[in-house]
């Protein structure tokens, strides 16, 4: 196959999977890694798509998430490392905010190891993955039910601010490369603030694909928390922006 034949179906695969891993293309074309790493470079290079550490993914909109089923299928192994790092840091009885996200619905069924934590979430799938535990208080904020399962509006933005808890999980959708917290839901924004707000500490749990991607509305900094978990080193100007807002950077290897 003549790569550019190569490079137009790799495009046609990476803007309908969302994110493809340099080992799945290897397979499916039936050539090298460093064949398909050679393509990515190239097209990366002609802004057709976005290079990851280990794969490709589509330019995405600012204004427009990805679908939430294409979120839940990506960097599946990716998110279960860094859950399985971050759980680590809870102690068994806290009390956490987790919010909406697909990386937090891993953290929460990471969770499922631990005794007497109190939970309260606007995740619908977070909610449901954590009240199998009969030992766990969960409690779910009202709002309006996105398809996704999180909960978002005014009210529910209202509700976090009645409690004080020890740690806040969040999830975010990007991280600009002046260290803004990024996300596409205004309301959903608001909500996380709350959250946010609400906590002695906040981890915030990032895979890499996260790093330099792009959305709207701004949620806040890299200053607003204690913890980043990730699952592969950022590049040097995010570490030392990690660095110099004192925060601790784990990667989950």
């Known amino acids: ?18 994110y493809l891993s340099i080992d799945e293309l290897s397979a499916f074309f039936v050539v090298t890694p460093q064949t398909i790493r050679r393509d990515i470079n190239q097209m990366a290079e002609q802004g057709l798509l976005k290079r990851y550490h280990g794969g490709a993914a589509a330019i995405e909109s600012s204004v427009q998430n990805i679908a939430y089923q294409d979120r839940s299928n990506q960097l599946l192994d990716e998110k279960e490392r860094i859950a399985r790092t971050l759980v680590k840091y809870i102690p068994d009885f806290a009390s956490l ?51 996704d399962g999180g909960v978002i509006g005014q009210a529910t933005a209202d509700f976090f601010k009645q409690f004080k808890v020890d740690f806040a999980i969040i999830g975010i959708s990007g991280i600009d490369s002046d260290g803004t917290l990024l996300d596409f839901d205004f309301q959903e924004v608001c ?36 913890m980043l978990f990730t699952d592969n080193e950022p590049d040097k100007n995010m570490v030392d922006q990690i660095d110099q807002c004192g925060i601790k950077l784990v990667v989950a290897n």
Request: no cysteine; proline share 1%; net charge positive.
């Open 1 to 18: 196959m003549h790569y550019q034949q190569r490079h137009q179906q790799i495009l046609e695969k990476v803007q309908s999977e969302g």
């Open 97 to 147: 905010f987790i919010n909406i996200g697909t990386t937090t619905e891993a953290i929460a069924q990471a969770l499922l190891q631990h005794k007497g934590l109190k939970i309260i979430t606007n995740n619908i799938n977070v909610a449901k993955i954590l009240s199998e535990k009969s030992d766990f208080e969960v409690l779910i904020a009202s709002g309006r039910v996105r398809p």
């Open 191 to 226: 909500v996380s603030q709350a959250i946010i707000q609400g906590a002695r500490q906040v981890f915030l749990a990032a895979d890499h694909s996260k790093f330099g991607r792009h959305a709207m509305m701004r949620l806040g900094s890299l200053d607003d928390i204690e």
